[in-house]
Structures are given as C-alpha cells and as structure tokens.
C-alpha cells in the first residue's frame, strides 16, 4: 500500500501570504491518480486538484498543483481568510485509495 | 443540483450491524463509482471502499481495515449505494460519507461531491 506523508503538519501564515504543501509517496503514484481536497471544520471535504495540476470546477486559480513521482506540491499563491482549512493529498492505485494525514493552514 | 444524502448512521454495540445508505440525486447515478470515506472525531479522512458501475461489472475493493466485514452494493433503479457494516469495533467510530468518484478524461478524476456524512458511534 502507498503511504502519502504531507509536510509541515500545521502551516501558520497571514492572509495575502504563498502557502507550499507537499505530499509525499512510498512509491510512485501517477500524476493521473494524485488529488488534494480541502477541509473545513464541519464541513465535507471539497476537491481542488486532480491530476496533481487540475483544477476542479470552480476552484480559484490561486490554487495550483504540481509534481511527479514521488513529490507532489500544493500551492496557494495569495492565501484568502476562506483559505484557512485542513488539506488533504490522495493517490489512487490498485483498486484502492489512500489520503495523507493532512496539512492544517490556520492564521498566523 | 447535485445531492448525496447519507442515513442510517447511529449508536451501536461492538460486534453489531448497520447500514448505511447514499441517496443521490441529480447526476447519472448509473454510471458512477461511488466510494465511502470516513473520519473518525478529530482525525483525518480514510477510503473505505468503492463500487464500479453496472459497466464496470460493480466491481468492489476495500480498504485492509474493513475487509471482510463491509460490504459495499448499490441499487441503480434507486439511485442509492449502500454500506453495510458487520462485526463492528469500536475504532470504526467514525463520520461516514459517500462521494462520488469524477472522472475527467484519461483515468484524471477525485471525489467531486460529498454527502454531510452520518455519523456511527459504536460503544458499550
């Protein structure tokens, strides 16, 4: 099973700051299978990025995603209040599913 | 409009049962693969598993912490999947959501709509 590991476990910045996330692969996951949603407190998860660098409908273009391999990275160029959430990576390969544990972005 | 609704969640012993069900609505539910994540209080999301599409043969496959004991199926002419949950523990304490699984082209895709999520509490 391919464990995703994301770095740093909380990311505390001030809006209009750059916010880097990475995910990291056990192994190497297709850039076709590796996805990042965003989480709210009580809220369900929300799909920004598919295919490392897609954007989902309706996701703002200062969400963009990059990597391969075994690196994949998130960025959010100019960080909005509505941006303060917890992030989520995902890679899907044989028939299964995994997420990463997570990168919390709360207000510096 | 797209819709998800989950129902069924609730309080039950170790060793027990439930189901749960995915109304959905708005969308070719058909010809989607819809897939359970849960979240247990505080903690991050995990897949639990999925169904293919009548095309696809409604191919499962699981996460190695529920094989054997859930069981995902689906009813097409009700537009609703299901999750059925045997022989609980304690750790499958959880909020338990259905998503469904968008594919945009070339196998590119994620979970583009999510249910609320019910919850399942299982404890003594």
């Known amino acids: 099973e391919i464990v995703l590991t994301q770095s740093p476990g909380t990311l505390s910045l001030s809006p209009g700051e750059r916010a880097t996330l990475s995910c990291r692969a056990s192994?190497?996951?297709?850039?076709?299978?590796l996805a990042w949603y965003q989480q709210k407190p009580g809220q369900a998860p929300r799909l920004l990025i598919y295919?490392?660098?897609s954007r989902a409908t309706g996701i703002p273009d200062r969400f963009s995603g990059s990597g391969s391999g075994t690196d994949f990275t998130l960025t959010i160029s100019r960080l909005e209040p509505e941006d303060f959430a917890v992030y989520y990576c995902?890679?899907?390969?044989?028939?299964?599913?995994?997420f990463g544990p997570g990168t919390k972005v709360d207000i510096k | 409009e797209v819709q998800l609704v989950e129902s069924g969640g609730g309080l039950v012993q170790p060793g027990g049962s439930l189901k749960l069900s995915c109304a959905a609505s708005?969308?070719?539910?058909?010809?989607?693969?819809m897939h359970w994540v849960r979240q247990a209080s505080g903690k991050g999301l995990e897949w639990v598993g999925r169904?293919?599409?009548?095309?696809?043969?409604?191919?499962?496959a699981y996460a190695a912490s529920v094989k054997g004991r859930f069981t995902i199926s689906r009813d097409d002419s009700k537009n609703t999947a299901y999750l059925q949950m045997n022989s609980l523990k304690t750790e499958d304490t959880a909020v338990y959501y259905c998503?469904?699984?968008?594919?945009?082209?070339?196998?590119?895709?994620?979970?583009?709509?999510w249910g609320q999520g019910t919850l399942v509490t299982v404890s003594s």
């Open positions: 998503t469904r699984k968008w594919i945009a082209a070339a196998g590119k895709g994620g979970f583009d709509y």
């Open positions: 708005g969308f070719t539910f058909s010809g989607s693969a």
């Open positions: 169904i293919r599409s009548k095309a696809n043969s409604y191919a499962t």
């Open positions: 192994q190497s996951v297709s850039s076709s299978y």
């Open positions: 295919g490392a660098s």
């Open positions: 995902q890679q899907y390969g044989s028939s299964t599913f995994t």
